[in-house]
Nanobody, 127 residues
């Protein structure tokens, strides 16, 4: 049974940093892309970024490019999301997701590509 478990959420002031982790278990994720999404109250779930489990290549939404970094944690069999220079508009529940298959350079940004999802972790940024 595939499980994705996020951790590391919390509250921070604008300009601060948080690091989210996603622990993945239940299968081999070689060939998978691991995505991060977020959902603010009253809004649709939106793509934040993704990383190829095999190659380590990444792609980010414009809203977070240059501030957020996704990396693999092979020791913990998971992925991390380092968030710097946080803004109040980054406030949301953040979700880790896993999807199998090929992604073009700017592809795999929709929720439908991802078959597995974590339960989410809250990030609150105050001004």
């Amino acid at each position: 049974q595939v499980q994705l478990v996020e951790s590391g959420g919390g509250s921070v002031q604008a300009g601060g940093s948080l690091r989210l982790s996603c622990a993945a278990s239940g299968r081999t994720f070689s060939g998978y892309n691991m995505g991060w999404f977020r959902q603010a109250p009253g809004k649709d779930r939106e793509f934040v970024g993704r990383i190829s489990w095999s190659s380590g290549s990444t792609y980010y939404a414009d809203a977070v490019k240059g501030r957020f970094t996704i990396s693999r944690d092979n020791a913990k069999s998971g992925v991390d999301l380092q968030m710097n220079s946080l803004k109040p508009e980054d406030t949301a529940v953040y979700y880790c997701a896993a999807g199998a298959g090929y992604c073009s350079a700017s592809g795999c940004v929709g929720v439908r590509f991802y078959a597995y999802w974590g339960q989410g972790t809250q990030v609150t940024v105050s001004s």
